[in-house]
């Protein structure tokens, strides 16, 4: 699936796309000329690299959906694809081999950026093909950006965990596929589709609950949900069915429905996916609307014995609030590695984003995955986020940063507690490392602190970058938890200039929960706005 896609330095070496599929042929056996290309037939690869580095692109939309110019976030940049996935075997489908081997030709290629789209379980540094080959690629000077999954909202399910490694979570734009569903009582409920066809305007249909709509061998659950051979098309024919989310996929119940003979499709929210409705392109008229609005249809359709609706095209509506949000389906933390490291380390727009496709895939797959909001409109957490939403063009000019170098990378890996040969996997002579040594002041940009037990001194560094300035520290405590920064004022004269600080975290004796709290440092000149999540949990206390 996925593709490792780099901007190049040079300006004249061209590096096109390269394919790795060796370790994937031990697997698999002898492979034939489809796989011997890096061609992407999936969509993924080309999706990805494009969202990354694309060029301006007029008259982009998604059947007429969105039509604009698109682009990626760095529009100029020089790309080169690396191919390292292919169909899935026994449930892998990018091999160890062929991930480190596509690093090492990245690295040899000398690539500025690797942008890396896959991602596994989790499992110790020395023993994940991503960390190690991106560990190399940071030796070398490549900034290396990963995915941090598509595993949430579930706690602790972000992959990419290095600290050498940019991990990125999804949320939304400020754009919207509207589509309406219009009730026989004249109450109109918003949802959301990206069906390329609609019905007539203003033309009402039959509306049908799925469940009323069951073969006679299935039970009226599994109607519901739209499952293969569950529907009667007798009672399904030239009508809209409402169909209820969960189980099988999304378009796969609007294929249900149109095979069954349904003219159209509202898809209707479980009360546990909440508010989180998602533009899908249906083989059919469809809308998708959130719990509370699906309550609504099959209240109406229960209460009428000739319920009837129509379901509007859907358009396309910009600067649409509240935005960003996080994708439900984007993974969060904690880090089940190590803990003292938060991740993701930022957010970036990733839901319905229009990009390159293969045009190897028939139909257009549902490229947004799960958007949105946490799907119960809860506040997100530094767990989902990170940092916050990306700023590109602040990055340019961030004032201050937290500075590391290989070697820190290396007393980090000791710290964890690797051993000689575990350590020699990512330096390439022996290194010694320093005794004693803890994590407590590896001198990441956030401060996590997974166990407080009463108190404890943090020390960072803080590298001046831009002008001569005065940044003077403001603090946002988490709850429970007092914070206290010394000195409250940095003072830097020339550019490169380091100077240290020593953050004290302190749970308040009262009232600490025991669950994870968040708050916030800010090293401001007023200009720069050099923020630091800082992530608390206090040890159990009878
Ligand atoms: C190559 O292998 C794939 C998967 O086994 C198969 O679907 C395809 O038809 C083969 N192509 C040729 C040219 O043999
Ligand atoms: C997209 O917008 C452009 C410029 O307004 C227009 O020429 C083009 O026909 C539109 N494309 C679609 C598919 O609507
Ligand atoms: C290394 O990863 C493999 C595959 O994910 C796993 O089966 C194995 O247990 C891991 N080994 C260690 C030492 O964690
Ligand atoms: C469902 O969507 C409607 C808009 O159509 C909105 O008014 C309503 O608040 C949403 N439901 C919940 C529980 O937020
Ligand atoms: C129910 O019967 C139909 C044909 O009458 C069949 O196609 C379908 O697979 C059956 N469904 C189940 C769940 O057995
Ligand atoms: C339903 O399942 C049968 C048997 O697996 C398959 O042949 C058929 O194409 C499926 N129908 C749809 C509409 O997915
Ligand atoms: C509609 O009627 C069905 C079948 O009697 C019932 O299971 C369902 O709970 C009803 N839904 C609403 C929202 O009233
Ligand atoms: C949203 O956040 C609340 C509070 O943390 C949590 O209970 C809920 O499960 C979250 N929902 C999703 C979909 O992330
Ligand atoms: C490091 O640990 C691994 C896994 O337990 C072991 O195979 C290896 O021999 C150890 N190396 C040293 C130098 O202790
Ligand atoms: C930070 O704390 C360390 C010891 O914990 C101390 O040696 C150092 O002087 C402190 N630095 C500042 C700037 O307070
Ligand atoms: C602890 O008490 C303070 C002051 O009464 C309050 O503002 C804060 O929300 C409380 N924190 C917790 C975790 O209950």
């Given at each position: 699936?996925?593709?490792?896609?780099?901007?190049?330095?040079?300006?004249?070496?061209?590096?096109?796309?390269?394919?790795?599929?060796?370790?994937?042929?031990?697997?698999?056996?002898?492979?034939?000329?489809?796989?011997?290309?890096?061609?992407?037939?999936?969509?993924?690869?080309?999706?990805?690299?494009?969202?990354?580095?694309?060029?301006?692109?007029?008259?982009?939309?998604?059947?007429?959906?969105?039509?604009?110019?698109?682009?990626?976030?760095?529009?100029?940049?020089?790309?080169?694809?690396?191919?390292?996935?292919?169909?899935?075997?026994?449930?892998?489908?990018?091999?160890?081999?062929d991930i480190v081997a596509a690093f090492d030709m990245a690295i040899h290629d000398g690539v500025d950026v690797l942008s890396v789209s896959l991602g596994g379980q989790p499992t110790p540094f020395f023993n994940d093909s991503v960390a190690l080959g991106s560990f190399h690629a940071v030796k070398h000077g490549i900034v290396v950006v990963c995915s941090a999954g598509n595993s949430g909202p579930t706690a602790a399910t972000v992959s990419n965990v290095a600290p050498w490694q940019i991990t990125v979570g999804a949320s939304t734009m400020d754009r919207d596929f509207r589509s309406y569903v219009v009730l026989g009582n004249k109450m109109r409920l918003e949802g959301q589709s990206l069906s390329p066809t609609a019905l007539p305007s203003n033309k009402f249909y039959s509306l049908i609950s799925a469940a009323d709509a069951k073969a006679a061998n299935v039970s009226a659950a599994d109607a519901l949900l739209c499952k293969n051979g569950t529907l009667d098309p007798r009672k399904v024919r030239g009508k809209i069915l409402v169909c209820l989310r969960g189980e099988n996929a999304r378009v796969d119940k609007g294929e249900q429905a149109l095979s069954a003979g349904a003219v159209g499709m509202v898809l209707a929210n479980t009360e546990l996916t909440g508010n989180e409705i998602i533009a899908d392109a249906?083989?059919?008229?469809?809308?998708?609307?959130?719990?509370?609005?699906g309550v609504?249809?099959?209240?109406?359709?229960?209460?009428?014995?000739?319920?009837?609706?129509?379901?509007t095209r859907a358009t396309t509506l910009l600067s649409t609030k509240p935005a960003p949000f996080m994708a439900a389906f984007s993974s969060k933390g904690p880090n089940p590695i190590t803990p003292e490291i938060l991740k993701p380390d930022i957010t970036a727009p990733g839901v319905s984003v229009i990009a390159a496709y293969t045009e190897a895939q028939a139909k257009t797959q549902d490229n947004s995955r799960e958007p949105l909001l946490n799907a119960s409109y809860s506040k997100a957490t530094p767990f989902s986020y990170g940092a916050g939403h990306v700023h590109p063009n602040g990055a340019m000019d961030p004032g201050l940063v937290y500075d590391l170098t290989v070697n820190d990378y290396l007393d980090f890996i000791c710290a964890l507690g690797y051993n000689e040969t575990q350590v020699s996997m990512f330096s390439d002579s022996p290194y010694s490392c320093p005794n004693p040594i803890s994590l407590t002041n590896f001198n990441y940009p956030s401060i996590t602190v997974p166990l407080l037990a009463d108190s404890i001194t943090v020390t960072r560094t803080l590298k001046n970058v831009g002008s001569p300035g005065t940044y003077k520290a403001r603090v946002h405590e988490p709850s429970?938890?007092?914070?206290?920064?010394?000195?409250?004022?940095?003072?830097?004269?020339?550019?490169?200039?380091?100077?240290?600080?020593?953050?004290?975290?302190?749970?308040?004796?009262?009232?600490?929960?025991?669950?994870?709290?968040?708050?916030?440092?800010?090293?401001?000149?007023?200009?720069?706005?050099?923020?630091?999540?800082?992530?608390?949990?206090?040890?159990?206390?009878?």
């Open positions: 699936m996925a593709i490792l896609c780099a901007k190049l330095v040079q300006q004249r070496k061209l590096i096109g796309a390269r394919y790795f599929n060796k370790g994937y042929a031990t697997v698999v056996g002898p492979l034939n000329s489809t796989f011997n290309t890096p061609r992407d037939n999936e969509g993924h690869g080309s999706h990805t690299l494009s969202t990354a580095g694309g060029n301006f692109v007029a008259g982009a939309s998604v059947f007429g959906l969105g039509n604009g110019t698109a682009k990626g976030g760095s529009p100029k940049a020089r790309v080169a694809a690396y191919k390292v996935c292919w169909p899935p075997v026994g449930g892998n489908e990018c091999f160890d081999a249906h083989v059919l008229p469809a809308s998708h609307i959130n719990f509370t609005n609504t249809v099959f209240t109406y359709t229960n209460s009428t014995k000739s319920p009837k609706a129509y379901i429970g938890i007092s914070v206290l920064v010394k000195p409250k004022s940095l003072k830097f004269n020339k550019v490169g200039e380091e100077k240290s600080f020593n953050v004290t975290l302190k749970v308040k004796e009262a009232n600490a929960s025991k669950d994870y709290v968040f708050g916030k440092l800010i090293w401001s000149d007023e200009k720069h706005h050099v923020g630091s999540p800082i992530v608390v949990k206090a040890a159990y206390r009878n």
